[in-house]
């Protein structure tokens, strides 16, 4: 009951911050009426409702926690449009703040199904249709209209958080030039004559992973507008090295790796297009993220990333993560790293490599990072395994390893260099298992650096969760912000 009550509070403090808000009037109220619609289920008395077994009682309580940690992330994430936007929005930026709006629409639709466990089927249903996927783009895509075009709202000078590339704006919702396509349970097969594609090495984009299973060059597709990314296998087909049954796991693979991009497309996991699996063609269209990896972008010193902008980044790393934790179908990734994650134009960040991404109970019978005896991508080197695993490589894997993984991207994202640099596997090994970590940059955002020595540590029990991550990183982006106004 308490929980209850705390969470009817929060709700009505949201309400209090819409009628203070200067822009984004209307992708406000949305998401108010949206917590007040859930909220009023919640707390409605009503004889109807079933009873709940050990484990749904278990995981709606789960839900109740991460719904009060969204309430007050929203809050203080709300709190922002209230004051003076002169002073946010060239540190803000629309794109930012869309993904915002989105971001926190989704992680409710998601909760739904947990929250509402004890409704009858008939109001479950109502609910279910008025969260609908459909329904929600469509009424997010009016709301970021109507604030665009509202007089009402403080006119803002153009920008983006500083180091950002072309392509800022104003702080009002605003739709990404680049629109994602929903998520779709089959994947549609492409023919080699529909792309505009030549496996040259001046056509290999730089900065890709090469490895032993595949390169990715650019191409295009049809009319779509810019270059597309072609990840092609190494597999030939015929001649005297000619497998057929590798080369049928291969396109299998692909397969996979595509079907498990298009369940969860979202703003911040890379858009996938299709296939082709036509003989000595084994492709995977998706979207070309210009900037390259996240590596890449976090090593090359001509990229001014303040804290505002390396906080942003890891928030949409962390977003990516959730979007395949907390899918219809909930996967774990199995090789988080900094090279997972690819950043396009505008410095959005994109979870990729779904190569080995599996399901939850698949994933604890994982020893290696393999899956039936085939080779990541990369090489998974220790700098990212848990130190769980280290000690036993028969650890189950699970959440809180991928956690653990996670915190030593940000941990990177934090210093801007390689993790354990200068220290062999072994070294490493022994570092970790002795429960220590390495150091942050002293002027680290005190919330930033909180998130990331949580997931780095030694108790898996200890380490948050991708949604725990997420909120408390939106807390950390608010501090990043207001530190950058403060220091303006």
Known sequence: MALLSDLERLTGEVNRLVERATVNSCSIARLATRINEIN???????????????????????????????????KDYLTIFSQDIHNVAPILGRENAKSDFDAFG???????????LALSDEQKTRIVEEFS??????????????????VGNTPVMPGGIEGQQAGGGNVLASEYRNPVCAAQDTTPSISLEELNFNPLPENEIT?????????????????????????KLHVPDGGPHYDRQDSQTSAMDLRREAEVLMKFQSENVVRVFGICTDPGNYLLVMEYAQLGTLRDVL???????????????????ARGLYTLHYGKTSMLHCDVNTRKFLV??????????????????????LGRSSRKGRPSSTRHTVKFVAPERISDINTPYDDRAESYSFGIVLSEIASREPPFEGMNESDIAEFVKAGRIQDLPTDCPAK?????????????????????????????????????RDAS
């Open 344 to 365: 396009d134009g505008d410095m959005h960040v994109k979870l990729t490599g779904f190569g080995l991404a599996t399901t939850r109970s698949s994933a604890r019978k």
């Open 207 to 231: 900065g890709s992973e090469r490895s032993e299973l595949g390169s990715v060059y650019k191409g295009a597709f049809r009319n779509t507008p810019g270059p597309l990314a072609i990840k």
């Open 106 to 116: 989704d992680r409710l639709r998601r909760l739904l199904p947990s929250l509402l």
């Open 299 to 317: 090593q090359d010193k001509k990229y001014d990333l303040p804290w505002a902008r390396r906080v942003r980044m890891g928030l949409e790393g």
């Open 448 to 484: 930033f650096r909180l998130v990331i020595d949580a997931c780095r540590a030694l108790n898996p029990a200890l380490r948050p969760l991708s949604a725990e991550i997420t909120d408390g990183l939106q807390d950390a982006f608010i501090q990043s912000v207001s530190m950058a």
């Open 133 to 150: 996927e459909t329904k929600m783009k469509k009424e997010d895509e009016e709301d970021a209209r109507a604030d665009l075009g509202d």
């Open 40 to 74: 009023s289920e919640l707390v409605k008395d009503d004889s109807m409702r079933r009873v709940l077994t050990l484990d749904e009682a278990e995981s709606h309580q789960k839900a109740l926690r991460e719904f009060h940690s969204l309430l007050e992330g929203a």
